[in-house]
C-alpha cells in the first residue's frame, strides 16, 4: 500500500516538476498555488504512509481500501443529491490540482462518513 501512495503522488507531482526543475535553474518562480499543492500532495503522502504503518489488522486494512464518503453532486435540475461511495484512500488525493482545466462542475463535495 505504501508503493501505492509513492505512485499517486508521483504521478500527481509528475504534472509541476517542469515548474520546479524551471525554478531551480533560475528561471521563472513556481506559481504559489502550484508549491501550495505540491506541498499538500507531499503531506499528504506523508500522513498516508503514517496511517499505513498504523494499520493494525485486516479489519483496518480493508477499511482504508474502502473508506464510506459520502459523494455529494448537482443533478440535471442543478439540485445536490448525495450518495455513499467507497473511497481507497492509499490511491485517493484530496488536493486541488490549481493545473485541472476541467473541473467536474456537477461536483460539490466528498466528505467522509
Do not use: C
Request: glycine share 2%.
Amino acid at each position: 500500500m505504501i508503493e501505492q501512495v509513492k505512485r499517486q503522488a508521483s504521478t500527481h507531482l509528475e504534472a509541476t516538476d517542469w515548474m520546479a526543475i524551471r525554478a531551480s535553474e533560475g528561471a521563472t518562480a513556481i506559481p504559489d498555488s502550484v508549491k501550495s499543492y505540491r506541498t499538500a500532495i507531499r503531506k499528504e503522502s506523508n500522513d498516508k504512509e503514517t496511517e499505513i504503518k498504523a494499520l493494525s489488522n485486516l479489519d483496518a486494512i480493508k477499511l482504508y481500501q474502502a473508506t464510506p464518503h459520502i459523494l455529494t453532486r448537482k443533478n440535471s435540475d442543478g439540485e445536490n443529491y448525495a450518495s455513499e461511495i467507497n473511497v481507497n484512500l492509499a490511491q485517493h488525493y484530496f488536493a486541488d490540482d490549481p493545473l485541472n482545466n476541467d473541473p467536474d462542475p456537477d461536483f460539490v463535495s466528498l466528505e467522509k462518513k
